[in-house]
């Protein structure tokens, strides 16, 4: 891509939002708009590089993509009159034709939310969802997702036409769902929103830094749902969880790539304003009365490290009660292993080891390598240091990365070289 | 990438008031996007005062005194994806100014946040 081109795309970038949203009013059609919004793309990347980008891209961009939607629109007419329902067809036009103008000025809310829950619907495969959510709200190209997915651009691309094929098929290229359906919806979107977050932070050192890059379109996203739906708290907790997630991401890692486990982070190097920005989130969850929903609670938990300046500081006994209320709310063997550690940071390694060994039991942990690490740990301090060292093997043969398999084949070195 | 725009001026008087609609719905439009993280306009600098160490010595210049250079009249601190995104967004933000406040000159510097060497996440 030349550095013409890349400017092309950040000018289309920011207009496309509205772009696709006031298109989709007048078109009442979603995957259509996501169409025209493409080509007022690739109409700005015929002309731009040797017109130059003009002084008002946005304006350029919405009387181009209105050209092709008139242009659809009569098109679809002559479609209509040949099956002789023309009247029919006029009355549509009479709704539709004239709103463009009028859409542009109008607050996009609406609009928005249509963009977001059309993109995110449960009726499409999960990777499709992220995949369009990506193209429609973040206006990242097919070859971006391709790269930031580690996938092939041919299987993004044929994600995306499929995806959008089926919306179009089912009727639903164009609804929003009001009521009891909404918050049903609303989970799938917060879902998909989290996989693109965790696509991103799982990145590595080397990787393409379209990759990292994740985690700042998730996090626009939610703060663009929030926009138009204020009172969500499972938007406000998702938001936080994400903040405050991604504000470790320069303390996570050595130069080398290897992870820097939570007790040794460097706290100055945990971002203050994503912080801040994910405390307000989880007191906005909070204060609209979302205390105690699923991502709200995960997002409480990771506060309470935010908010110690050292980590002997760490409030424990409020991390176990929090993760006692996300295990009555979601019983899950892994947030019960998570409670563990916190019980065993607050009341000491024996009261942890009970809980442990009551877990050994679950088929879901039976080769979970974080489960004997855990224990080890726990062992270690314990002084039974034979037992320690043994889960630790065990726990560096079970895990699958290759950086944490070495680091606990150390831990289980540094025992041998201590008894 | 993490952007601070610094928009420098020592064009006298307040924007307009078509300037000052203007840049709110850009806020507006830039808030509910995601993008936006933070901004703000500042007093002048008369009104406020400099700390400055020159030849080892350390002292204060305290206001009023004449605006003789440009200076920061405003900041803003976003959240985009690459340079290109990052210039885009100054571009629009100065051509509301030439558009609407006939007569102004000034700058708007970008900024890119420095990060550790090794942080994956820029």
Redesign the interface.
């Given at each position: 891509m030349t550095?013409a081109h890349?400017?092309i795309?950040?000018?289309w970038?920011?207009a496309q939002?509205?772009l696709i949203t006031s298109l989709a009013r007048m078109l009442r059609d979603v995957p259509l708009a996501e169409d025209l919004t493409q080509e007022a793309l690739v109409a700005a990347l015929e002309h731009w590089p040797a017109t130059g980008?003009p002084?008002?891209?946005?304006a350029w961009l919405t009387a181009t993509a209105k050209r092709k939607a008139l242009d659809h629109l009569r098109r679809r007419k002559m479609l209509v009159r040949k099956h002789a329902q023309v009247a029919h067809a006029l009355e549509q036009d009479e709704q539709t034709m004239p709103d463009l103008d009028s859409a542009l000025d109008d607050d996009?809310g609406d609009e928005?939310l249509r963009l977001i829950f059309t993109a995110c619907h449960p009726r499409l495969p999960r990777d499709a969802r992220a995949a369009l959510a990506l193209r429609m709200i973040c206006g990242l190209t097919t070859a971006e997702i391709a790269r930031a997915f580690l996938a092939p651009e041919a299987t993004v691309a044929q994600r995306i036409t499929r995806a959008k094929r089926t919306l179009s098929e089912s009727g639903l290229g164009y609804e929003t769902p009001r009521g009891p359906e909404l918050s049903q919806r609303l989970s799938s979107v917060l879902e998909v929103i989290y996989l693109i977050f965790n696509e991103?932070y799982s990145?590595?050192?080397?990787?393409d830094?379209l990759?990292?890059?994740l985690?700042?379109e998730a996090?626009?996203?939610?703060?663009?749902l929030i926009?138009?739906k204020p009172r969500e708290t499972e938007a406000h907790g998702l938001l936080a969880l994400m903040e405050l997630n991604?504000s470790r991401?320069?303390a996570r890692?050595?130069?080398a790539?290897d992870p820097i486990l939570l007790p040794d982070q460097d706290r100055g190097?945990w971002d203050r304003?994503q912080i801040r920005?994910g405390l307000q989130a989880l007191a906005q969850a909070e204060e609209l009365g979302g205390a105690g929903g699923f991502y709200a609670l995960q997002a409480a938990i990771i506060a309470c490290h935010a908010r110690a300046g050292m980590y002997a500081d760490t409030d424990w006994a409020r991390i176990v009660s929090l993760y006692g209320h996300l295990m009555a709310l979601h019983p899950s063997p892994i947030i019960e292993l998570n409670r563990a550690v916190a019980v065993g940071m607050a009341q000491g390694p024996a009261a942890a080891l009970v809980i442990l060994d009551r877990l050994r039991g679950e088929p879901a942990l039976k080769s979970y390598h974080l489960l004997f690490s855990v224990r080890g740990d726990l062992l270690a301090k314990l002084g039974r240091r034979e037992e320690a060292r043994a889960d630790f093997h065990t726990a560096a043969s079970l895990a699958t990365n290759r950086r944490e398999r070495e680091m606990l084949e150390r831990r289980a070195a540094a025992i041998c070289d201590h008894a | 990438m993490?952007v601070m725009y610094l928009v420098k001026s020592n064009h006298p008087g307040p924007p307009t008031p078509e300037l000052g609609a203007a840049i709110g719905k850009l806020t507006e439009?830039e808030?509910?996007?995601?993008?936006l993280?933070?901004q703000g306009g500042l007093m002048p600098i008369s009104m406020g005062a400099e700390v400055r160490i020159a030849d080892g010595k350390l002292s204060l210049i305290d206001g009023p005194f004449v605006e003789a250079k440009e200076v920061v009249g405003g900041y803003a601190?976003f959240?985009l994806?690459?340079k290109?995104?990052a210039?885009?967004?100054a571009?629009?933000f100065m051509?509301l100014h030439k558009d609407l406040m006939p007569g102004w000159y000034g700058t708007c510097e970008v900024r890119f946040f420095a990060?550790?060497?090794?942080?994956?996440?820029?």
């Open positions: 550095d890349r400017a795309l950040a000018v970038r920011i939002p509205r980008i002084e008002k891209p946005d996009i928005m991103g990145a590595a050192r080397g990787d830094w990759r990292p890059e985690c700042n996090l626009r996203m939610a703060r663009a926009a138009v991604a991401a320069a890692t050595d130069a790539g190097l304003i920005r | 993490r439009r808030v509910k996007a995601g993008r993280l933070d601190v959240e994806r690459d290109e995104e210039i885009a967004m571009n629009e051509q990060t550790p060497p090794h942080n994956p996440h820029p």
